[in-house]
């Protein structure tokens, strides 16, 4: 269905507020047209009947018609209209007039982009009810929430003020961060579209909640990642996440973790309440099971303690195995000495699961180096940031499948005489991957598949197509990105959840080591083409 245009015009008699609206976004990119500004209610009037704008923006207080004639009389002859007026402090007894004319809600000057976001998402959503196409405008009002505050999120300063304005001080306000550890499942029930699971889940979760004007969004660089930003006080936070975390673990599909942080960061800090709210995560115990965790100033205080599961010792015997070719006995070491094999549901911690992992893949990437292929080396790079991923999944099992993988590549081995079945399995499993490579694929699943042994499989994959089986699957799934590139309508991180991937930013990382370039700079130079 081709993309509606939906145009929105701004009133107000101050040259510079006009023009911080026209910049604060990139409309285009939304399929918004901002319209030529009015000067005054006046002007408004006078231009409405011919442009007809979808949504309009106005001040209070203009010369010749102010802001309360101006929503009675447009909402008298055009109600389709959706109205929001701007006011200054001093205004409170204009804006409760307006909103009885029949303006929706109102914007505190100075205008903060959040502000903005939430405006324009919510005049979508009234203009959505209305119209036959209501999915995809709802949609769209959803994709501009995520979009631009995941970017403010990612800033370290974030210059906007309260969204909601009150006659108190703010008492402070915290991030809930709702991460989904296994996003397949949902993925596969919204039929790979971001947008639609993105708009749905937020959906959800405000009914769970029963906060119809809950600040929640889907953070587009971790598509796993919801986020809630919220003034509500402690105790109601936390009835907030239970509730969500019960509807999650009704439906058993993933394990989901609710890290919430201090209830002491004012808007202008959320970046900082983000960074917070993941360190929290990290503190998580390592087991599939679903949890809320509070950040107060007493855990604060406890110098929490991380085990070092690698001594010096540990260390010398890895790098010793791996010199004398002996996969058998490194993979015993590192399963069952160092306790990698049983760090599901044992007392590992997410952090050190996490630190474990990344310390082993960086000890056989050092053992490859020595060797000069640098081919053998990229590959090694390659799984690492695969499995330093895959610890994201809370199974010890797919940690330990894909360092299976990387100790079975890590040596040359004499060539092993592949018979016809093996041959036929390993066709057949290419095959398959091409076929759907979006599903969530990795070694232990296809060997069970095919009823092959994992490592023995491992090593016929590679011997029989040349490729490592996890890159192999990346280098397709990169192939089916460049093709969706082709067309222009599905954004960046659209086509890294088309391609199986909950994470832009990994995405992006994966698409650079394959193709050379960024997603970003692949799709500009094919405009040039």
């Known amino acids: 269905m081709e993309k509606v245009n939906y145009k929105l015009l701004v009133a107000d008699d101050e040259y510079w507020t006009r023009e911080k609206l026209r910049n604060m976004i990139n409309w285009e990119e939304y399929h918004i047209t901002f319209m030529k500004p009015a000067e005054d209610g006046e002007e408004v009037l006078l231009r409405i009947g011919q442009e007809r704008p979808d949504i309009l923006i106005t001040d209070i207080n203009m010369p010749f018609v102010n802001g309360v004639e101006l929503v009675k009389a447009v909402k008298e002859k055009y109600p389709e209209i959706v109205v929001f007026v701007i006011s200054g402090y001093d205004d409170f007894a204009y804006v409760k007039e307006t909103l009885v004319a029949g303006a929706i809600n109102y914007l505190l000057k100075p205008v903060s982009k959040i502000e903005l976001v939430n405006a324009v998402s919510r005049a979508l959503e009234i203009i959505g009810a209305e119209e036959k196409n209501r999915m995809q405008i709802w949609k769209a009002a959803s994709l501009i929430q995520d979009r631009e505050l995941s970017l403010l999120v990612e800033k370290e300063q974030t210059p906007f003020l309260p969204a909601i304005m009150t006659?108190?001080?703010?008492?402070?306000?915290?991030?809930?961060?709702?991460?989904?550890?296994?996003?397949?499942?949902?993925?596969?029930?919204?039929?790979?579209?971001?947008?639609?699971?993105?708009?749905?889940?937020?959906?959800?979760?405000?009914?769970?909640?029963?906060?119809?004007?809950?600040?929640?969004?889907?953070?587009?660089?971790?598509?796993?990642?919801?986020?809630?930003?919220?003034?509500?006080?402690?105790?109601?936070?936390?009835?907030?996440?239970?509730?969500?975390?019960?509807?999650?673990?009704?439906e058993g599909k993933s394990p989901v973790t609710i890290a919430v942080s201090e209830h002491t960061y004012t808007m202008e800090s959320i970046h900082s309440a983000y960074v917070q709210s993941v360190s929290v995560l990290m503190t998580r115990p390592f087991q599939r099971e679903s949890m809320v965790i509070f950040c107060n100033q007493e855990e604060k205080n406890i110098q929490k303690t991380v085990k070092n599961r690698i001594s010096?010792?540990?260390?010398?015997?890895?790098?010793?195995?791996?010199?004398?070719?002996?996969?058998?006995?490194?993979?015993?070491?590192?399963?069952?000495?160092?306790?990698?094999?049983?760090?599901?549901?044992?007392?590992?911690?997410?952090?050190?699961?996490?630190?474990?992992?990344?310390?082993?893949?960086?000890?056989?990437?050092?053992?490859?180096?020595?060797?000069?292929?640098?081919?053998?080396?990229?590959?090694?790079?390659?799984?690492?940031?695969?499995?330093?991923?895959?610890?994201?999944?809370?199974?010890?099992?797919?940690?330990?499948?894909?360092?299976?993988?990387?100790?079975?590549?890590?040596?040359?081995?004499?060539?092993?005489?592949?018979?016809?079945?093996?041959?036929?399995?390993?066709?057949?499993?290419?095959?398959?991957?091409?076929?759907?490579?979006?599903?969530?694929?990795?070694?232990?699943?296809?060997?069970?598949?095919?009823?092959?042994?994992?490592?023995?499989?491992?090593?016929?994959?590679?011997?029989?197509?040349?490729?490592?089986?996890?890159?192999?699957?990346?280098?397709?799934?990169?192939?089916?990105?460049?093709?969706?590139?082709?067309?222009?309508?599905?954004?960046?991180?659209?086509?890294?959840?088309?391609?199986?991937?909950?994470?832009?930013?990994y995405f992006s990382r994966v698409f650079k080591k394959v193709t050379g370039y960024s997603p970003r700079e692949y799709r500009a130079g094919q405009m040039y083409k």
């Open 167 to 250: 006659e108190q001080e703010m008492a402070g306000c915290s991030v809930m961060l709702i991460k989904i550890h296994e996003l397949q499942g949902y993925m596969e029930e919204y039929h790979y579209d971001m947008n639609l699971l993105s708009c749905q889940m937020k959906k959800r979760m405000k009914e769970i909640t029963g906060i119809g004007n809950l600040l929640i969004f889907n953070h587009i660089f971790r598509s796993n990642e919801f986020i809630v930003v919220t003034e509500m006080e402690p105790a109601q936070q936390e009835r907030a996440a239970r509730r969500i975390l019960d509807n999650f673990l009704r």
């Open 312 to 505: 010096q010792e540990i260390e010398m015997q890895i790098r010793a195995l791996l010199k004398a070719g002996n996969r058998r006995a490194l993979k015993e070491l590192i399963w069952k000495d160092i306790g990698l094999g049983s760090c599901s549901g044992s007392e590992w911690g997410y952090l050190e699961v996490k630190q474990t992992v990344k310390r082993i893949c960086n000890l056989l990437l050092e053992d490859l180096l020595q060797s000069g292929e640098s081919a053998a080396v990229q590959e090694m790079e390659s799984l690492t940031e695969m499995a330093d991923k895959l610890v994201e999944r809370l199974d010890g099992g797919l940690s330990c499948d894909m360092l299976t993988e990387m100790i079975d590549n890590t040596a040359i081995e004499r060539k092993q005489d592949a018979g016809g079945s093996i041959r036929d399995i390993v066709r057949d499993a290419a095959a398959y991957i091409d076929s759907n490579y979006f599903e969530e694929l990795t070694l232990i699943r296809l060997a069970e598949k095919y009823s092959v042994d994992s490592s023995y499989f491992s090593r016929m994959f590679k011997q029989e197509t040349g490729k490592n089986l996890m890159l192999y699957i990346a280098e397709k799934r990169m192939e089916k990105a460049r093709e969706y590139m082709e067309d222009e309508r599905i954004n960046l991180t659209e086509i890294a959840f088309l391609t199986g991937y909950d994470d832009y930013t």
